[in-house]
C-alpha cells in the first residue's frame, strides 16, 4: 500500500504521458492528502485536496480532510467552511458536527457548539464523547436538565466524565 502512495506522490504534472495531461482522478488527490497529512506535508495536503476538489467539489473525504487540516492549523473559518460543505455533501458524514462543536467552543460560542453536538447526534446516537461534551455545553447555557440527562447518558456508555463535572451537576438532580 506504501508504494502505491509513493507513486501518487512522484507522479508530476504531466510527467507521465499523455500529453502532458495530469490523470489523477478525485480520490487519487484525496489520498495522496491524506497520505501528506499524515506525514507531516499540511502544505502539499492542502493542495492536494484542492486538486481533488477541483474535479469534484461535493467529495467530502477531500472536504472533510482539508477542513481537519486548517482546524489544526487553527484556520477556523476555513476549517468551519470546508466541514459544512463535507455535511452538505454527505449528511450522515461522522465526526464532521463534531469537529465544528469544537471549534465553536474555541470561538466561545456555547449555543453554536451545542447545536453542532445536537447535529453530530443524529448521525452517531450512541456517541458517549458527544454527549459528554454536549452535557458541558448545556451546562453552561444553563440548561441544567439538558446536562444531567446527557451526563447520564454519557456515563451509560461508558464515557469518562469528570467528577467535579458530575458534582457540579448534583444540585440539578431530581431526587
Same mark, same amino acid.
Given at each position: 500500500?506504501?508504494?502505491?502512495?509513493?507513486?501518487?506522490?512522484?507522479? #508530476?504534472?504531466?510527467?507521465?504521458?499523455?500529453?502532458?495531461?495530469?490523470?489523477?482522478?478525485?480520490?487519487?488527490?484525496?489520498?495522496?492528502?491524506r497520505?501528506?497529512?499524515?506525514?507531516?506535508? =499540511?502544505?502539499?495536503?492542502?493542495?492536494?485536496? /484542492?486538486? @481533488?476538489? @477541483?474535479?469534484?467539489?461535493?467529495?467530502?473525504?477531500?472536504?472533510?480532510?482539508l477542513?481537519?487540516?486548517?482546524?489544526?492549523?487553527?484556520?477556523?473559518?476555513?476549517a468551519?467552511? @470546508?466541514?459544512?460543505? @463535507?455535511?452538505?455533501?454527505? =449528511?450522515?458524514?461522522?465526526d464532521?458536527?463534531? /469537529?465544528?462543536?469544537?471549534?465553536?467552543?474555541?470561538?466561545?460560542?456555547?449555543?453554536?457548539?451545542a #447545536?453542532?453536538?445536537?447535529?453530530?447526534?443524529?448521525?452517531? =446516537?450512541?456517541?458517549?464523547?458527544?454527549?459528554?461534551?454536549?452535557?458541558?455545553?448545556?451546562?453552561h447555557?444553563?440548561?441544567?436538565?439538558?446536562?444531567? /440527562?446527557?451526563?447520564?447518558?454519557?456515563?451509560? #456508555?461508558?464515557?469518562?466524565? #469528570?467528577?467535579?463535572?458530575?458534582?457540579?451537576?448534583? =444540585?440539578?438532580?431530581?431526587?
Open positions: 500500500m506504501f508504494d502505491r502512495f509513493k507513486n501518487l506522490l512522484g507522479r #508530476q504534472s504531466g510527467s507521465h504521458g499523455g500529453g502532458g495531461k495530469e490523470t489523477r482522478t478525485a480520490h487519487e488527490w484525496a489520498a495522496e492528502g497520505f501528506l497529512s499524515r506525514n507531516g506535508e =499540511p502544505v502539499r495536503a492542502i493542495e492536494a485536496y /484542492q486538486n @481533488a476538489l @477541483a474535479l469534484d467539489s461535493r467529495l467530502s473525504d477531500a472536504l472533510a480532510g477542513a481537519d487540516l486548517y482546524n489544526r492549523m487553527g484556520r477556523y473559518d476555513e468551519l467552511e @470546508a466541514f459544512t460543505r @463535507a455535511v452538505e455533501a454527505e =449528511p450522515t458524514l461522522q464532521a458536527h463534531y /469537529q465544528m462543536g469544537h471549534i465553536f467552543l474555541k470561538r466561545k460560542d456555547v449555543r453554536g457548539a #447545536q453542532a453536538f445536537e447535529n453530530e447526534l443524529k448521525v452517531t =446516537p450512541r456517541s458517549g464523547r458527544v454527549h459528554n461534551d454536549l452535557a458541558v455545553a448545556y451546562f447555557l444553563k440548561d441544567y436538565a439538558r446536562a444531567v /440527562q446527557h451526563a447520564d447518558v454519557a456515563l451509560a #456508555q461508558g464515557e469518562y466524565v #469528570q467528577e467535579k463535572f458530575l458534582e457540579a451537576l448534583k =444540585p440539578y438532580r431530581k431526587p
